[in-house]
């Protein structure tokens, strides 16, 4: 059988689909009022903690452990006397470091600590961000915990100068190697303290300094690490860098930085700051010679502050998180680039209003975690497993018909764990079905393009329908708006019947390339009418029907039933008149 010919056109469709869900508030089977730290060692085992209480008494440390990926966070056992996870970090499967403070008035467990002086509040951005004043609370002291069943009990484990009144900070190299920021009574002199054992004994690498603040630390390697802060004396925003794991330290003042809040590493070279200028504004700056020079590389309008910046090295993915407060209500944001910052996906967290987002951990290039809470309510985690929803933009997606082929293509600017497209059409009669997969292209954020060719040979209908499902690595998906392609023929035709010779029934295709009468009637070899098939006005395009030659006419005639032979139909429309013949064999 011979199919239609159609005339050439085009179809676009301009937009774009996002994967969804987004973000998810975790199930967490304690009591908490904020999490300040998180951490995953792989994609299901992780620890994230802080603490509970009321602020006007005493408040106590609490932490949670997973083994499932955050879908249940178990709370842990531990010691009576902590009064706070600030820091945690997964060394291995079994073996977690936390750092923080234990209350006075409840003596710590397993060790006798040094006789600490009195401590004004944990001043970092966990404060700040709040906007809170503790410091009439001074009977606690600083505190290094350990866990050797993957963060499901905790304990104390060696003992610091009894200078150091709380740890606002940890970073660990490896089991053996790591540093803490340690506060002192005054609250605004900080000093890095590093251990070489695991943290049963600690020295001073960095002494207290009354000008310093030390917001955040982290290493690259066993030698190479940076710190940052700001200077009270000079108003400055501070970058210390060293060479030989701590031992010295090299002090800059990055331009136009006031304060600098958190940093990560791209590469040994390559660093981010994050903070506020001189101007009060929050931007992001960008070192690629190690922190020697800087350029301003993302920034923010007013009422933006930035609390922390998390990087995949690999992917290029940059993750940004921080409050906005235009009217001193904070709502926290979230900000993603998935191709090293030359564009950004911005959401503002409304439902999380009068909360701050603390703690991050970026395990995969899609699986991430935030973590935070208030004061006067329940600490959360928020989880993404498709980076927050960061889209696989689809901008654009065309359908060409060509005779009796349809090609269709469609292009993607970003993909982001994308395993590829199941092609589905849909006929006027029919549902929705598979007709074919392309392959994505994984995580990419350069532009993709893609085609599939649709072959409709046998199909008549003159409406079709096609659309895309986006499918992830995991196994969720999303499908794109439905395209139309209307088939117009190329001209009035009447096609040859099948099959030919027939018995007892044959199928008759004919096209019309605009609205008109139509009769379609078949003849004997004498050329007296047996049936009259189709006798109404139709719209353009292409269509089919059946012919029995046993049966009743199709104008309600009466009953027939033809013997072998030859006959002839015939096809009339406007001007446009065509006969062909068929046999009939019984």
């Known amino acids: 059988m011979k199919n239609i010919l159609f005339q050439s056109f085009i179809v676009i469709i301009l937009f774009s689909f996002k994967i969804s869900p987004q973000w998810v508030q975790q199930n967490l089977q304690g009591d908490i009022n904020i999490l300040i730290g998180i951490d995953f060692i792989n994609q299901n085992k992780g620890v994230t903690g802080g603490w509970f209480g009321d602020l006007s008494q005493q408040i106590y440390g609490s932490a949670f452990s997973t083994s499932d990926g955050g879908n249940n966070w178990m709370p842990a056992i531990t010691p009576d006397s902590i009064r706070v996870f600030v820091g945690l970090q997964m060394i291995n499967d079994v073996i977690v470091y936390g750092a923080g403070a234990y209350n006075l008035s409840t003596q710590p467990d397993s060790h006798e600590l040094p006789n600490f002086q009195n401590l004004k509040p944990y001043q970092q951005n966990f404060i700040t961000g709040i906007g809170m004043d503790i410091s009439g609370q001074e009977n606690y002291r600083g505190y290094f915990v350990e866990s050797t069943d993957g963060g499901l009990s905790w304990h104390p484990k060696g003992t610091l100068d009894d200078s150091v009144s709380y740890l606002v900070g940890m970073t660990f190299i490896d089991q053996s190697t790591g540093f803490v920021i340690g506060s002192s009574q005054n609250v605004s002199p900080h000093c890095i303290l590093k251990t070489t054992n695991g943290g049963y004994n600690w020295y001073y690498v960095y002494p207290f300094s009354e000008n310093t603040w030390i917001e955040q630390i982290k290493f690259f390697d066993n030698l190479n690490g940076v710190f940052v802060g700001e200077e009270s004396s000079s108003g400055n925003g501070v970058f210390l860098k060293t060479t030989d794991g701590g031992e010295n330290w090299i002090k800059s003042y990055p331009n136009n930085m006031s304060s600098i809040f958190s940093l990560a590493y791209i590469d040994l070279n390559n660093i981010l700051i994050g903070g506020l200028t001189s101007y009060a504004e929050s931007a992001i700056f960008k070192s690629t010679d190690g922190g ?178 986006q499918i992830d690595f995991n196994g969720t998906f999303e499908y794109s708006e439905e395209i139309e392609v209307i088939r117009i023929a190329a001209s009035f035709s009447l096609e040859q019947n099948y099959p030919n010779p027939f018995n007892p029934t044959t199928s008759i295709q004919y096209a019309i390339s605009s609205r008109q009468f139509v009769t379609l009637k078949v003849y004997d070899i004498l050329g007296n009418e047996v049936v009259t098939l189709v006798n109404e006005e139709k719209q353009p395009g292409s269509y089919e029907v059946e012919f029995s030659a046993k049966g009743g006419s199709a104008s309600g005639g009466n009953a027939y039933s033809l013997p072998s032979g030859i006959y002839f139909y015939q096809l009339q429309s406007g001007n446009f008149v065509e006969t062909k013949k068929m046999v009939l064999i019984k």
């Open 292 to 469: 020697i020079n800087w350029e301003q590389f993302h920034d923010y309008t007013d009422f933006h502050f930035i609390d922390g910046i998390e990087v995949n090295s690999n992917s290029g993915i940059i993750l940004v998180f921080g409050g906005y407060t235009p009217s001193g209500t904070n709502i926290p944001f979230i900000d993603v680039s998935l191709d090293n910052g030359i564009t950004w996906n911005f959401s503002l967290f409304n439902q999380y209003q009068q909360n701050i987002f603390i703690g991050s951990k970026m395990v995969n290039e899609t699986n991430w975690y935030i973590c935070g809470g208030w004061v006067t309510t329940d600490g959360f985690v928020l989880f993404t497993d498709n980076a927050g929803g960061v889209p696989v933009e689809l901008i654009s997606f065309t359908a060409e018909a060509i005779d009796d082929k349809i090609n269709l293509s469609w292009t993607t600017t970003t993909e982001l764990n994308n395993l590829g497209f199941e092609v589905e059409r849909k006929c006027e009669n029919e549902d929705w079905r598979a007709i074919g997969f392309i392959e994505g292209k994984g995580t990419t954020t350069e532009t993709q393009n893609y085609n599939f060719v649709d072959d409709l040979f046998g199909v008549a209908d003159s409406k079709i329908f096609y659309r895309l499902k």
